[in-house]
């Protein structure tokens, strides 16, 4: 079974900190993905990834960068959290036939 | 603007209920999917659609390409049912563009 884990389940964070998400996946996806989940707007794309050290911006980048030096391994950063980036944070990885599998999420609380 | 449009928003259902999920989208797709959130976060995918319809147990899935229509089915609801089902669209620059989810709560 495909397995995407994220490195915590809940996050509290103070306004201004460099934040750092890690998602990992065990099975060679070239395709990486960031997503973040409010209510009443559903799951939007922050950044993308189609291999090592390859990144997009998706459809919600400001404020987040992303770093992706190992294939199973794709960082979300937050250079300097402010309280609007409070979120669910979702990780996925994509084969190459389009079917994506989710990390469990961080919730990710700014103070 | 969100381009994916689902129906209802919130649904609760007496267990054994027969449960339709509707999901409109504005332009034409290269494949739609459906995916189920269960408390605590993690979503997984329940189907892949490209043209006509798909089962996997209790639950089926079905797509009207002319008409920019899918729905999801449960039929004999169960409170295990209980969760939020999202439906994604995957377009022709391959990301998926979701919609903001159906929360359903099946009740004993």
């Known amino acids: 079974d495909v397995k995407v884990t994220q490195s915590s389940r809940y996050l509290v964070k103070r306004t201004g900190e460099k934040v750092f998400l890690e998602c990992v996946q065990d099975?060679?996806?070239?395709?990486m993905f960031w997503y973040r989940q409010d209510p009443g707007l559903g799951l939007r794309l922050i950044y993308f990834?189609?291999?090592?050290?390859?990144?997009e911006k998706g459809d919600i980048p400001e404020g987040y960068s992303v770093s992706r030096e190992k294939k199973e391994r794709f960082s979300l950063i937050l250079e300097s959290a402010s309280t609007n980036q409070t979120s669910m944070y979702l990780c996925?990885?994509?084969?190459?036939?389009?079917?994506?599998?989710f990390g469990p999420g961080t919730r990710l609380t700014v103070t | 603007k969100n381009e994916v449009e689902q129906s209802p928003q919130n649904l609760t259902a007496q267990e054994g209920e027969f449960i339709t999920i509707n999901c409109s989208y504005s332009?034409?797709?290269?494949?739609l999917h459906w995916l189920q959130q269960h408390p605590g976060g993690g979503i997984v995918s329940l189907f892949m659609?490209?043209?006509g319809k798909k089962k996997h147990g209790r639950l089926i899935a079905t797509i009207n390409i002319q008409e920019k229509h899918s729905s999801l089915h449960i039929t004999a609801s169960h409170p295990r049912d209980s969760a939020v089902y999202i439906c994604?669209?995957?377009?022709?620059?391959?990301?998926?563009?979701f919609g903001t989810g159906t929360s359903l709560t099946v009740i004993p």
């Open positions: 996925a990885s994509r084969t190459t036939r389009y079917e994506q599998y």
């Open positions: 099975m060679d996806h070239e395709n």
């Open positions: 990834s189609y291999d090592v050290k390859m990144k």
């Open positions: 332009v034409g797709i290269s494949a």
């Open positions: 659609l490209s043209s």
């Open positions: 994604a669209v995957r377009w022709a620059d391959n990301q998926f563009y």
